[in-house]
């Protein structure tokens, strides 16, 4: 049989859990919204060079 964490440490697991989450979400919003940026921003380094 496996051991159970106690109630605080199963907690801290889930909080964590909770924050790798939003950020993997956060992370593929931004990515999301930066991919269309891409081609505008390379016209600009083109244009400086």
Not at 34 to 43: A, G, N, S, T
């Amino acid at each position: 049989m496996l051991p159970i964490p106690d109630i605080e440490k199963q907690q801290a697991i889930v909080t964590i859990y909770h924050t790798l989450e939003t950020r993997k979400k956060l992370n593929e919003k931004l990515k999301e919204s930066l991919q269309p940026l891409c081609p505008i921003l390379m016209v600009g380094v083109r244009e400086k060079v």
